[in-house]
C-alpha cells in the first residue's frame, strides 16, 4: 500500500467513525441506555453516565431514591431494581470517580475536580448548577461532551490547565 | 381504595383499546372519573370537582418553599423549568401537551412524587380531581 492509499484508507475510516456517531446503540456515547433509564432519570436531568460514579456511590443513590437531592425521586420496586442492576453493571471501577461526599455526586469524584477545577462550585441563581451538564456541554444529551460542543456562559471562564 | 382505582383504571384502559385500538388508552377525563369514586368514599359530602379549587391549589405553596407553578409555571400550556436541574419540562396543560394524564402508572408517580415534594404529604383524591379540573380548563 503506498502514501496515498494509507490515506485514503485512513480518510475512508475517519469518515465512517464520523459516520457512525450519530448512530451508536441507544443514541448516546456511553450508551446503550435502558428506555426505563431515560423515562425516569431522564426527565429531570440529563442521563448521567453510569461510569462515572463507582458501584457503592450508585447503590447508595438507588436506596435514598425518595429523598434525592431535595425531590421525591421514588419508584416502584421492579423498576428501581431494573435501574439499579443497570448501573452496577456499567459503574466504574476506578477509584477516581468515587464520590467524596454524602451524598454521592458525580460532581464531587476526584475526577469531576480535575476536568473541571472550581467552575461547577461557582454555581449559583445566575449560573447553571452542576447537575445542568447540557448548560455548558451542548450534546450531553447524546453523551457528547468533549470539548468541540463546549459553550460557556456568561460568568464562567474554560478552566486553563 | 388504591385497588379499587387501579381496577377501574384497567377496566377504562381495556374498554379503550377495544373500543378505538389506541396505545394511548386514557385521557384525563377517564383519570377524573376515577377520582370521582375516590374522593366520593373519602369524603361523604363530595359535591364534584372545581378548575377554581384547583388553580388555587396550582398556585398555593402550602406552607413550603414551592408551588405546582415553581417548575410547571403560572400558564401550564407553557414548557416549565426543573426547580432543582433546570431542565426543561413540557408542558402540563393537555391542550398544549396531549401526552399528560394518558398512563395510570405516569399520573401516580409523578402526584406521589410531586405531592410529596410541595406539600410533604399525598394529595387526596379530591385534590388531584380538582387539579386536573383546572388543568383541563386551561386552553
Request: proline content about 7%; glycine content about 8%; some cysteine.
Amino acid at each position: 500500500m503506498n502514501k496515498t492509499h494509507k490515506i485514503l484508507a485512513l480518510l475512508a475510516l475517519a469518515a465512517g467513525a464520523t459516520a457512525a456517531t450519530p448512530t451508536l446503540a441507544g443514541g448516546h456515547a456511553y450508551g446503550p441506555f435502558p428506555a426505563s433509564y431515560i423515562e425516569e432519570c431522564a426527565s429531570c436531568h440529563v442521563a448521567y453516565p453510569p461510569q462515572l460514579l463507582t458501584a457503592p456511590g450508585w447503590a447508595q443513590v438507588m436506596l435514598q431514591l425518595d429523598q434525592h437531592y431535595g425531590v421525591d425521586a421514588g419508584l416502584d420496586a421492579k423498576r428501581r431494581t431494573a435501574i439499579a442492576d443497570f448501573l452496577q453493571r456499567n459503574a466504574s471501577r476506578r477509584d477516581k470517580h468515587a464520590a467524596t461526599a454524602q451524598p454521592p455526586r458525580l460532581a464531587q469524584t476526584p475526577w469531576f475536580r480535575k476536568e473541571h477545577g472550581p467552575l461547577p462550585q461557582q454555581a449559583g441563581k445566575t449560573l447553571p448548577a452542576a447537575a445542568q451538564c447540557e448548560s455548558c456541554h451542548r450534546a450531553a444529551e447524546h453523551g457528547d461532551y468533549t470539548e468541540s460542543g463546549l459553550r460557556l456562559p456568561a460568568g464562567y471562564r474554560h478552566m486553563e490547565h | 381504595m388504591k385497588l379499587t382505582a387501579h381496577a377501574l383504571l384497567a377496566a377504562l384502559a381495556t374498554t379503550a383499546l377495544l373500543a378505538g385500538g389506541s396505545a394511548q388508552a386514557l385521557t384525563a377525563a377517564d383519570y377524573q372519573s376515577v377520582l370521582i369514586a375516590a374522593a366520593k368514599a373519602a369524603e361523604p359530602g363530595f359535591a364534584g370537582f372545581s378548575a377554581e379549587r384547583g388553580a388555587a391549589f396550582y398556585r398555593s405553596t402550602h406552607g413550603g418553599d414551592w408551588s405546582c407553578a415553581s417548575c410547571h409555571t403560572e400558564q401550564p400550556t407553557q414548557p416549565g423549568s426543573h426547580a432543582v436541574t433546570h431542565k426543561q419540562v413540557k408542558p402540563l396543560a393537555p391542550a398544549a401537551n396531549p401526552e399528560r394524564f394518558t398512563r395510570a402508572d405516569k399520573i401516580e408517580k409523578w402526584f406521589k412524587r410531586n405531592c410529596n415534594d410541595v406539600l410533604k404529604r399525598a394529595c387526596t383524591p379530591r385534590e388531584q380531581g380538582d387539579f386536573i379540573a383546572y388543568l383541563l380548563s386551561v386552553k
